[in-house]
């Protein structure tokens, strides 16, 4: 097995779940995916190791799905975004709709606030990336990504707070 070959092993469910996360679609992750792919192996000589592997080709599968938006005309890809888990059997429905409403507003919310701070979030929360990682995408510090982060979480949390304040 090349060198490749086991990058690929060990990202592809990866980057396929960041996208799918993104784009809220399984075609749409499979198809960004493999392009993601596609262009790593034919850059593979200008990765010069300054950032963890699995960053550079997230880096390019969120290159790869930008540019799928643009040249497919969509720009509202945070709606297609499901924030809140699946509910268990065991919800009731009041629960369900509860936890439904709340994902629709956060929807909205992280629609609605700035860059860096959205970018940020959407890292940490559907990538699953550590701080250093979400660091080195932005070419900042472990600890801007830090603060960046929990300034965008304060962010939804306060926006939430102000919507529910109004129900």
Same mark, same amino acid.
């Given at each position: 097995m090349?060198e +490749?070959?086991n =990058?690929? #092993?060990?990202?592809?469910?990866?980057?396929y779940?960041?996208i799918?996360?993104l784009?809220?679609?399984?075609? *749409?992750?499979e198809e960004i995916?493999?392009?993601t +792919?596609f262009k790593a =192996?034919h850059?593979? @000589?200008?990765? &010069?190791? %300054?950032c963890?592997i699995?960053?550079?080709?997230c #880096?390019?599968?969120k @290159?790869?799905y930008y540019?799928?938006?643009? !040249?497919?005309?969509?720009?509202d890809c945070i %709606?297609?975004l499901t924030?809140?888990e699946m509910?268990? #059997?065991? %919800?009731s429905?009041?629960e369900r709709l =509860?936890m &439904?409403?709340e994902a $629709?507003?956060i929807?909205? =919310?992280? &629609? $609605?606030?700035?860059e860096?701070?959205?970018e *940020?979030?959407?890292?940490?929360? +559907?990538?699953?990336?550590?701080f !250093?990682?979400?660091? #080195?995408?932005f %070419? !900042?510090?472990?600890?801007?990504a830090?603060?960046?982060?929990?300034?965008a979480k304060k962010?939804?949390m306060?926006?939430l707070?102000? !919507? @529910?304040?109004e129900?």
């Amino acid at each position: 097995m090349t060198e +490749f070959e086991n =990058i690929y #092993q060990e990202h592809f469910n990866d980057v396929y779940l960041y996208i799918r996360r993104l784009s809220g679609s399984e075609t *749409v992750a499979e198809e960004i995916t493999s392009e993601t +792919f596609f262009k790593a =192996i034919h850059s593979i @000589n200008r990765f &010069h190791g %300054d950032c963890d592997i699995r960053v550079w080709l997230c #880096q390019i599968a969120k @290159n790869c799905y930008y540019s799928y938006l643009k !040249k497919n005309a969509r720009t509202d890809c945070i %709606d297609d975004l499901t924030l809140a888990e699946m509910p268990s #059997q065991t %919800d009731s429905i009041e629960e369900r709709l =509860i936890m &439904h409403d709340e994902a $629709s507003q956060i929807r909205m =919310i992280l &629609h $609605s606030i700035p860059e860096p701070y959205k970018e *940020v979030f959407m890292w940490r929360v +559907f990538a699953e990336m550590s701080f !250093k990682q979400i660091g #080195q995408i932005f %070419d !900042k510090t472990e600890n801007w990504a830090c603060v960046t982060y929990h300034r965008a979480k304060k962010m939804i949390m306060t926006e939430l707070e102000e !919507k @529910n304040n109004e129900n």
